[in-house]
C-alpha cells in the first residue's frame, strides 16, 4: 500500500495561491494519484487526479514530478468556501485496497 | 441520478446489539468500500470489495462483517456493537474497470453506541 504524507494542516488568506504537498515515496507502477475534498459532515469528494506531469481542470491543478514520489495540488486564489480537509490518495483500485492518509486541514482566513 | 445511498443516515444503538448499515450504488461500480472516521480524523478503511461475491478486509476490519452478493449493494454488519464503534460511516464506490482510484461516497451513516 503506498504511504502518504501531508502536512497536518495550513493556513491561508483569501485570494492567495495554496499548494499542498504529498509525500508517496514507495507509488507503484499503476497507482494514480488523486485528491479529495472533505467539508464537516459530509463524505470527501473528487477535486483532481493523475498520473503523471501536469494535469489541470476547472477548479485545481496538480504537479506531479518525473519520479512521482511526490505530488502538489495547486488552489488558485482561495475563498472562504475553500476550508476543508484535502486528501491526497495513491493507488490503483483494480489491485490494492485504497486507504486514505491523515489529510491536510486548510483554513482560509478572509 | 442517485449515485451511492446510504442508509440509516442516523442510529443509536446499545452495547452489544447488532445491525446492519446498508450501502447502494447506482452506478454500475465493481469496487465498494466502508469507512469510518472518528471525530476530527481521517478515514479508516474497514472492508472493501472488487465485485460480487468478493470482499476483502482493510485496515480495521474486526467487529464488522461485509457480503457482496450484488453488483449494487454492499451491507456493512456490526455483529455486537460497542462504544468505539461510534463513528460516521462511509460507503465508497469506483469503476474498477477503468485505471486509477476515483470514487464517489455516500452521505454518511453517523452511529452512536450506548
Known amino acids: 500500500l503506498a504511504k502518504t504524507t501531508q502536512p497536518i494542516s495550513m493556513d491561508s488568506y483569501e485570494g492567495q495561491e495554496v499548494n499542498i504537498t504529498c509525500s508517496h515515496n514507495?507509488?507503484?507502477?499503476?497507482?494514480?494519484i488523486t485528491w479529495y475534498q472533505q467539508f464537516p459532515s459530509q463524505g470527501p469528494r473528487f477535486i483532481i487526479q493523475g498520473y503523471k506531469t501536469k494535469v489541470t481542470n476547472e477548479v485545481a491543478s496538480l504537479f506531479i514530478p518525473a519520479d512521482r514520489k511526490s505530488s502538489t495540488l495547486s488552489l488558485p486564489r482561495v475563498s472562504l468556501s475553500d476550508t476543508a480537509v484535502y486528501y491526497c490518495?495513491?493507488?490503483?483500485?483494480?489491485?490494492?485496497?485504497?486507504?486514505f492518509g491523515k489529510g491536510t486541514r486548510l483554513s482560509v482566513i478572509a | 441520478n442517485a449515485g451511492v445511498t446510504q442508509t440509516p443516515k442516523f442510529q443509536v444503538l446499545k452495547t452489544g446489539q447488532s445491525m446492519t448499515l446498508q450501502c447502494a450504488q447506482d452506478m454500475n461500480h465493481e469496487y465498494m468500500s466502508w469507512y469510518r472516521q472518528d471525530p476530527g480524523m481521517g478515514l479508516r478503511l474497514i472492508h472493501y470489495s472488487v465485485g460480487a461475491g468478493i470482499t476483502d478486509q482493510g485496515e480495521v476490519p474486526n467487529g464488522y462483517n461485509v457480503s457482496r452478493s450484488t453488483t449494487e449493494d454492499f451491507p456493512l454488519r456490526l455483529l455486537s456493537a460497542a462504544p468505539s464503534q461510534t463513528s460516521v460511516y462511509f460507503c465508497?464506490?469506483?469503476?474498477?474497470?477503468?485505471?486509477?482510484?476515483?470514487?464517489?461516497f455516500g452521505e454518511g451513516s453517523w452511529l452512536t453506541v450506548v
Open positions: 514507495n507509488i507503484a507502477t499503476n497507482d494514480y
Open positions: 490518495l495513491v493507488g490503483d483500485m483494480g489491485n490494492t485496497p485504497l486507504v
Open positions: 465508497a464506490s469506483g469503476p474498477r474497470q477503468r485505471s486509477g482510484n476515483t470514487i464517489y
